[in-house]
Structure formats: C-alpha cells, structure tokens
C-alpha cells in the first residue's frame, strides 16, 4: 500500500494556517500534541476540525507545558516534582491529559493517543520504562472500552534506537495491558528521513521496527522527514536526480521516505498551498524501487 501524506503540527509557526492548507489540499490525517505551538496546538485546530469531522487527528500525553503542568497538579493527578519536570505518562495523568485534550480539540472521542517520547524519563532503567509503558498502555485499554479514543501507540525520538524499546517490547506490554489478545494498540511513530536513514535501511531488509510494526498491523507515522528542513541545503541536484528526476529536491526527498517498505505515511510541517502540492507530488509518484533506495542509503552513508 502507498504511503500517505500527513500533517505534523510540531514545527508549525501558524497550525491554524497549515491545517487550513493541508485540508485544502486533501490531507486528512493532522498529528499534534498538547505542547505544540506553546501549548496552543489543540485550540487552533478546534474550528477546523468542527467544520471538518472527517479529518483523523493523533494527539498525544507525555510532555505538558508549564500550564499544563500547573493545571494537572491542581487536579490532583501529579506532584510538585513531576510538574517541573514536565513529563509524565503515569495512568492518572494519562486519563486526566485523554479528557483535556478531547475538550480542546471539541472530539467526544479521540481517534489516537500516542505516549509521548516515553523514553524521556528512562534515565538507563529499561525494566522500569518497560513497566511504566505497560501501565500506561492499561490506562488506554480503560479509555478505548469506555469510548474515549479509538486506539494508542508511541509516538518517539529516540526510543527504538537507543534500544529502550522494541516493537516486540511494545506489543508485550499492550497484551498484558488488555489481558487478551484483543488490544487496541495500533501506531507508532518515529523519525524517518535521509538523515534519519536507519529505519528505512532496516525496512527495506525486513528487519528494525517499521518491518516489525507491520507484520503487527500497525499504522508506521514517519516523523520529520525533511529533518527539521535540514534536507533542503542536503539534497542537491544529482542526489535528487538519483532519487527521482522527475522531482524538486525537496520532493525527492520526501519520495524516498514515502517509498520506505512497510511505512503508513508520513508527517509534513508545511503552511502553503505551494509546499503541499510540492509534497504530495512525491506521494502520487511510482514508489522507488527498493534497489535504487538501497543504492541511494549508500549514497548517502559514504
């Protein structure tokens, strides 16, 4: 299946006018977090996604803003530390952020909860995250069977590979959540792009945690595969040729992302009618054959 073209609310200067261009467009699939855009992400995308209910939104728990932290220690569910710390994925926290993020975002039911950077309060304990995770993941099998959200995954920077986690990990600790082997577990997303190469050199081999997430039938988000814009100065015009001739440079770089084997789409920051249908260019293209990708990570690694 041909991956799909999201977007990503993180580096958003205006989500308001990049969720108007993205819909424009035909995007339907819009990712965000309760502290994106100084912790006004939720409350922008609100109108549009009144007028649009259509629209697939992923949100997540984990990181909360000062705010947040504030109004989350006042309801009782985090304490002074963990407040100043500004990470939490305890299950009272859990269910406390499902409530609030649904308000803001004015859905009775959440279509995905992702963990936020679970990893961020490992500190080298795996056993301990592994731990946490698995409670975590039971405070979402409680919100799926009381209809509060659709379905959960991890959403991380550096979980898979700094090896505090597996797919196989993942799927260990919603089975145990859900006490059966009907789980509601159903995403992760990660970075992917050619910076962040390893995930689609390992796909493209069967192995590393999107091959692993899809034989689950998980949904594989691609996060930043521009790198944060880095990729614009990176991709010259022979690298791009050899990616797709036919491309600008910024769409062949997201043309290899989109043609990693076994990815569900991909999450793109863009706010012009312009950038999208730069972007969705590489996504209607024929997907690059896994020989010339394998000869474009060489590339890339030499």
């Known amino acids: 299946m041909r991956a799909t073209l999201g977007l990503g609310t993180y580096r958003c200067r205006d989500v308001t006018a990049a969720a108007q261009a993205a819909i424009a467009a035909g995007v339907t699939a819009i990712d965000t977090a309760p502290v994106y855009a100084r912790g006004t992400a939720h409350a922008q995308l609100a109108p549009l996604l009144a007028d649009h209910p259509d629209?697939?939104?992923?949100?997540?728990?984990?990181?909360?803003?000062h705010r947040q932290a504030q109004a989350a220690q006042r309801a009782g569910v985090i304490t002074a530390q963990i407040a100043t710390r500004g990470h939490c994925i305890a299950p009272d926290y859990l269910e406390h952020q499902v409530a609030v993020n649904a308000a803001e975002l004015g859905r009775e039911r959440l279509d995905l909860l992702y963990l936020h950077n679970p990893e961020h309060d490992a500190h080298g304990d795996r056993d301990r995250l592994l731990k946490q995770i698995t409670q975590?993941?039971?405070?979402?099998?409680?919100?799926?069977?009381?209809?509060?959200?659709?379905?959960?995954?991890?959403?991380?920077?550096?979980?898979?590979?700094?090896?505090?986690?597996?797919?196989?990990?993942?799927?260990?600790?919603?089975h145990d959540a859900a006490g059966s082997t009907t789980m509601h577990l159903s995403a992760i997303q990660l970075p992917v792009s050619l910076v962040q190469l390893a995930p689609l050199a390992e796909a493209l081999d069967g192995a590393g945690p999107i091959a692993e997430a899809n034989e689950a039938g998980l949904q594989v988000w691609a996060s930043a595969p521009l790198s944060g814009g880095e990729l614009a100065d990176m991709v010259t015009r022979d690298l791009a040729r050899l990616i797709s001739p036919d491309l600008s440079p910024v769409a062949a770089a997201l043309a290899?992302?989109?043609?990693?084997?076994?990815?569900?789409?991909?999450?793109?920051?863009?706010?012009?009618?312009?950038?999208?249908?730069?972007?969705l260019s590489a996504f209607d293209s024929p997907p690059i054959p896994p020989r010339r990708l394998r000869e474009i990570c060489r590339v890339l690694r030499a």
């Open 55 to 65: 629209a697939r939104v992923s949100t997540k728990v984990g990181h909360m803003t």
């Open 136 to 174: 975590a993941f039971a405070a979402c099998e409680k919100a799926a069977h009381d209809g509060k959200i659709h379905g959960y995954g991890i959403a991380t920077w550096s979980g898979f590979t700094s090896g505090a986690f597996t797919v196989r990990d993942l799927l260990t600790a919603a």
């Open 256 to 279: 290899a992302v989109a043609s990693t084997p076994g990815l569900t789409g991909a999450l793109l920051s863009a706010s012009t009618p312009a950038h999208w249908q730069d972007a």
